[in-house]
């Protein structure tokens, strides 16, 4: 026997085994359509007995398997079920003789066999026979389960004579010897009538019987027969049988002690029918039905006597492995024994001493394995692994069957599911193809082994032909381990990218897999790293101003103030908290980000441009080249709104060796940033301001940093008139429609003086509203008359100090800010009489909007 069954488990030494094969042409859905009905029976209550009959179903079998079934019963096929199509009587002949030589296959062990045809109807099919049911098609064989519940209650009937025929103990009746192939020429020529060779018989003969009474639902029978087939091939040395006696009884242990089964199958073995009956219901011992045959005595008192404890089992189970580990020839049967035992300890929760059998079964030799089977053997290991909890175990025996998939011995490697199973191996490994999973704190798993593995996925998705895998997978290697790559490896890695993307960039999209599995993307976060983002205001010239006295907003909103010393927000409510000055819909607005590079050589940074939401927005793209490992660097990125309304930045976007990259701030950990949110103001009409005079050497009054200032001086004496032409030129986009000019009086040493402008606004006003690139000139009189009577120390004052008089910045009524000047206040008419007759210099104060 050279293969093993890895689903084996110690219930199915309870099992008959029944084999399902199509026989002739017959379509592949439709076989395992019916193939999947008869597997539903796959337990059967026998009729006037308290006893199951359990089933074990496959549709292909080894012939070769099928000489073992001496040494383990479970292991002999005693049914066998034949699909088949016929569509005219002229083939029923040659069907039936196809039947007849598939069942000669088997015929050594068969009980009984079936053969369910499809398509033939007719005189033929009106027959009446037991081994020959006719269905006219697939879609009409409702009976199909009673037919196989009838089938195994016929293979019980043989079964259950077979178990009380050896059982009986025919005094003067020379025993057989039971034998597996490889030891029959070891038997030639023994001298058959020497007590060691009687016992051993006998030995052999009372395990047979156990493992027929464990079929046939007598636990408590069995258990007795493998304790005496215990006793005696342990007199004669005989290991290898002894080791299948020590099997029997763990596996009937496991039975009566895990009645739900120990495979984790979804849908769990029933209990027992004679553990869930009533006592007083049950049969005395060895009582006949009214059919024959005798009930179930394992139900009675004294069934553990006999029994296993579960810590006896898995010694047993230890010991039987020892005595199949003396043939070569047992590979298989030792093997399947260490996975059954793995299967008992890991629902008592023993990972270690399971770990300890799994280890042995990698060491065993089949000897020559195909490369499927070998796959199939680590895969087996795996799954076993990830049963009792060794996950990263369970991944390295994963990603062997992988690396076995692609073998050079293969000549059609298959390299998909080399990646189907590299894909597997990642949770074994601490492994999320998310890069949001590597932003949450400290880095699990070995680096190495996680990039070895990431650098497989690269290699065996370009062996598939899909470079967009490739360019997704090592992107993700590049921007999670970047921490762990040398310089060197940062390089190699870098260059392979550019390669990659040549043919296929990369971007944001997500990718799915034939299986499901979705691809997130994978932005660039650490290319360059961003440390800051600050949003800039503009600049003095294009900040929005609110004009109060136009709008008569004079009453100003004011909120208490309430202390709390516990403050309460989350990293992204201060990100998105809103900024005090505003930015114009069709202006120019810049974000200051500050950055580095990480990488050992020059980093390009290609089409790098902001992320926002809330207005529509115009990024404006810029391209940067970081020097190499440089410390923080300031890059502006600019955009131009195009609506009104509040506008957050999200983000940026890159392309970094052609790979196109959406980095979001709540993604970069460690920013830091003063908010990322700031209120769009519409369209604001934008004037440039030009006057007659000539320009004061010096500003009386330096700008506030909310206005622009255009200062110009003039000389003038008492009672002298001089005019002053202001010319105001629309610069921007949007029409003028409203303006007001006012002054103030700059007042040094508490010294009052009169009205010395005057102006006539309704000639610019006609003018109105302005257009682009249209101007508008106005004219101020400026007039000096003071009186300096009883002001001895007036013109003494004038010559150190000057007087001056400043008008107030010319705006649009559109223009807002949030903080209107507290000085803009009208001056009444008393304030504006005064008795002074000279001023020496005089400064015009004007501003732009």
């Known amino acids: 026997m050279s293969v093993p069954d890895y689903m084996q488990c110690a219930e199915d030494h309870q099992t008959v085994l029944v084999v399902v094969q199509p026989v002739g042409m017959v379509p592949e859905d439709h076989f395992f359509r019916i193939y999947k009905r008869i597997i539903s029976v796959n337990q059967v209550s026998i009729r006037d007995s308290q006893r199951l009959l359990y089933i074990r179903y496959r549709h292909h079998y080894p012939p070769e398997n099928n000489d073992w079934g001496d040494f383990q019963t479970h292991r002999k096929v005693v049914g066998l079920i034949a699909v088949t199509t016929c569509s005219s009587a002229k083939e029923w002949p040659q069907t039936f003789d196809r039947f007849h030589g598939q069942r000669e296959v088997f015929g050594a062990t068969l009980y009984d066999s079936r053969l369910l045809v499809f398509g033939l109807q007719g005189e033929i099919a009106e027959q009446s026979r037991t081994d020959v049911a006719f269905y006219p098609s697939f879609d009409r064989c409702e009976d199909v389960e009673k037919r196989v519940e009838d089938f195994v209650e016929s293979i019980f009937i043989v079964l259950e004579s077979k178990r009380l025929d050896r059982a009986t103990d025919k005094s003067g009746d020379k025993i057989p010897l039971l034998c597996v192939p490889f030891e029959k020429k070891d038997f030639v020529g023994l001298d058959t009538d020497s007590r060691h060779y009687k016992k051993r ?13 464990l079929q046939a639902g007598m636990l408590q029978d069995a258990l007795v027969h493998y304790h005496m087939a215990v006793e005696l091939l342990r007199s004669v040395n005989d290991f290898l049988w002894l080791g299948a006696a020590l099997e029997g009884l763990c596996s009937a242990s496991v039975i009566y002690h895990y009645p739900g089964g120990t495979a984790g199958k979804s849908s769990g073995r029933k209990p027992s029918i004679s553990q869930a009956a009533d006592a007083g219901k049950r049969h005395r011992p060895g009582a006949l039905t009214t059919n024959g045959i005798s009930a179930d005595t394992s139900s009675e008192i004294g069934r553990t006597k006999n029994c296993l404890s579960p810590e006896d089992i898995i010694e047993k189970y230890k010991e ?6 003396k043939y070569k020839n047992a590979g298989v049967i030792e093997l399947e024994a260490c996975v059954k035992a793995v299967r008992v300890l890991a629902i008592q929760k023993r990972a270690m001493e399971a770990s300890e059998f799994l280890q042995n079964a990698v060491y065993i030799n089949l000897g020559q394995l195909s490369e499927e089977e070998k796959i ?10 990830e049963l009792i909890g060794f996950h990263r175990k369970s991944a390295f025996f994963k990603r062997v069957a992988a690396m076995q998939c692609v073998a050079p011995t293969i000549s059609e490697p298959g390299w998909r599911a080399c990646y189907k199973l590299l894909l597997e191996t990642l949770p074994g490994y601490s492994l999320s193809l998310d890069p949001k999973d590597f932003c949450k704190g400290t880095h ?9 593995l990431l650098h497989e996925l690269v290699y065996a998705s370009r062996r598939m032909g899909n470079p967009g895998l490739s360019v997704r997978h090592l992107s993700f290697l590049l921007q999670t381990m970047l921490d762990f790559l040398s310089d060197q490896e940062k390089k190699e890695v870098t260059q392979s990218l550019e390669n990659y993307t040549s043919k296929c960039p ?5 990718i799915t897999l034939p299986d499901g599995l979705k691809l997130p993307p994978v932005p660039f976060t650490k290319l360059p790293i961003v440390k800051s983002v600050k949003l800039l205001n503009l600049p003095v010239s294009l900040r929005p101003h609110k004009v109060k006295g136009l709008l008569g907003q004079n009453v100003t909103t004011k909120s208490p103030f309430i202390y709390s010393p516990i403050i309460m927000h989350s990293r992204g409510e201060e990100r998105c908290k809103k900024i005090d000055f505003q930015w114009v819909q069709g202006d120019v607005c810049e974000v200051q980000l500050m950055v580095y590079n990480p990488m050992p050589f020059e980093l390009r940074v290609e089409n790098m441009g902001l992320l926002t939401s809330g207005v529509e927005f115009e990024s404006l793209p810029a391209a940067l080249s970081l020097p190499a490992e440089s410390g923080l660097y300031p890059v502006t990125l600019v955009g131009v709104p195009r609506t009104a309304g509040s506008i957050t930045v999200n983000g940026y976007h890159t392309s970094v060796f052609g790979v196109t990259s959406d980095c979001l701030l709540d993604n970069l950990p460690g920013l830091k940033t003063s908010g990322c949110a700031v209120e769009v103001v519409p369209a604001l009409p934008r004037l440039q301001l030009s006057t007659s005079l000539p320009r004061s050497a010096h500003s009386l009054m330096p700008p506030s940093g909310e206005e622009l200032s255009n200062s110009v001086s003039v000389q003038l004496f008492n009672g002298e008139t001089q005019q002053l032409f202001i010319t105001l030129e629309n610069i921007g986009t949007e029409l003028l429609e409203t303006l007001e000019v006012t002054y103030k009086m700059v007042n040094t040493k508490e010294k009052i003086f009169g009205e010395f402008l005057s102006w006539d606004l309704q000639g610019p006003l006609s003018q109105l509203p302005l257009k682009p690139s249209q101007t508008v000139t106005i004219a101020v009189d400026i007039r000096v008359k003071l009186d300096f009577s009883g002001q001895e120390n007036l013109l003494q004052d004038l010559n150190d100090d000057g007087i001056s008089i400043t008008g107030l910045p010319i705006s649009s009524p559109l223009r807002q800010v949030l903080k209107p000047r507290a000085e803009n206040k009208p001056i009444s008419a008393e304030a504006n009489k005064t008795e002074y007759n000279h001023i020496k210099e005089l400064h015009m104060l004007g501003a732009c909007a």
Do not use: N, P, T
């Open 444 to 452: 699990r798993g070995w680096a190495a082994v996680q990039m070895r």
């Open 320 to 325: 039987a492995i020892s005595y199949y580990g």
């Open 376 to 385: 199939q053997r680590y895969s087996i290991l795996s799954e076993l692994y």
């Open 201 to 213: 018989c006998q030995g052999r003969m009372r395990k047979h019987v156990g493992d027929l009474c």
């Open 506 to 510: 990369g971007g944001m999209e997500i």
